[in-house]
């Protein structure tokens, strides 16, 4: 029987790249997105692959959304073998710019809607004393960014949910794995909220973030799902992509001074 892999934010970006990769190598796939449209695009291009895949429309902030996604996952494929938490969106603003509503927005998907997925497939991976978790964090959960408050409490929020799961789940059988991503160069713009003092510094924040990815060092949606493929394959528990190791990696070990460096850029 084919493994079968269920990707939240499959509609685009890492999440679609992900389907792809999977479904070349032999995975049937179970995609998850709000927008249908999109999501059936993807499917179609699945199996024209050959695999199966099943789209369904999913706002992954609703936990009877998803617990509806895992029913009829499992409902068609009668198992699934790893479930990669994915779908997230970005915020950029100072504190006092972040309503409310924008960290419950932030938090409902890129916190909540790991945890609902969890929650949901954990049953049926222990009756199988098997199964993978991975969880697509961020730069943004390994270190602090300055003027992504809400965006970086979401990611160090799925940092301590992985590394704590990981400890739980790994006597059972289950591989519990955060893949970080730096910038990636996916149309994650359409749905970034940018918020400023006032409408020229809001689209100054968004004309730097437009430029960052346009660097050389910038991963494309392929990495991540190469990464991801890795950790899969080689049972890892973490992986930070790219050339976002050095930056983690300074900030691990001197984090007073990373701090300090970037301190000096914040208005
Ligand atoms: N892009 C970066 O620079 C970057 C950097 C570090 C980490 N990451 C992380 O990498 C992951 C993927 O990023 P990406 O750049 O590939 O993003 P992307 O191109 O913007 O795609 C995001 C995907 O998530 C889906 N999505 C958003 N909100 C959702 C919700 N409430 N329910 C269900 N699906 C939802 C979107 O589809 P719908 O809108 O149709 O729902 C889309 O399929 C995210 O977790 C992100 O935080 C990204």
Request: hydrophobic share 40%; proline share 4%; glycine share 8%.
């Amino acid at each position: 029987m084919a493994k079968t892999v269920l990707i939240t934010g499959a509609s685009q970006g890492s999440g679609k790249a992900t389907a792809l990769l999977f479904a070349r190598n032999g995975y049937d796939v179970v995609l998850a997105a709000r927008q249908p449209d999109r999501l059936e695009t993807v499917a179609q291009e699945i199996q024209s692959l050959g695999r199966s895949a099943l789209a369904i429309s999913t706002d992954m902030g609703d936990f009877q959304q998803v617990q509806t996604l895992v029913n009829k996952a499992l409902q068609t494929f009668g198992n699934i073998d790893i479930l990669i938490n994915n779908a997230g969106i970005c915020l950029t603003a100072p504190m006092e710019k972040t309503s409310l509503s924008d960290w419950q927005k932030i938090m409902d998907t890129n916190f909540w809607g790991y945890v609902y997925a969890i929650q949901a497939i954990l049953p049926h991976f222990l009756e199988r004393n098997t199964g993978t978790i991975i969880n697509v964090g961020s730069i943004g959960g390994k270190m602090p960014l300055p003027q992504m408050t809400a965006y970086c409490a979401s990611k160090y929020a799925i940092t301590g949910l992985t590394e704590s799961l990981r400890l739980e789940l790994f006597p059972k059988g289950i591989q519990v794995c955060a893949v970080h991503p730096g910038v990636i160069n996916s149309n994650f713009m359409e749905r970034a909220m940018f918020r400023g003092g006032d409408e020229s510094e809001t689209e100054a924040r968004r004309q730097q973030m437009s430029k960052l990815l346009e660097s050389s060092w910038v991963s494309k949606p392929e990495d991540i799902a190469n990464a991801i493929w890795d950790a899969v394959q080689n049972k890892r528990s973490e992986v930070v992509v790219g050339p976002t190791f050095l930056a983690t990696e300074a900030y691990r070990l001197f984090p007073g001074l990373m701090q300090w460096v970037m301190s000096q850029n914040v208005k």
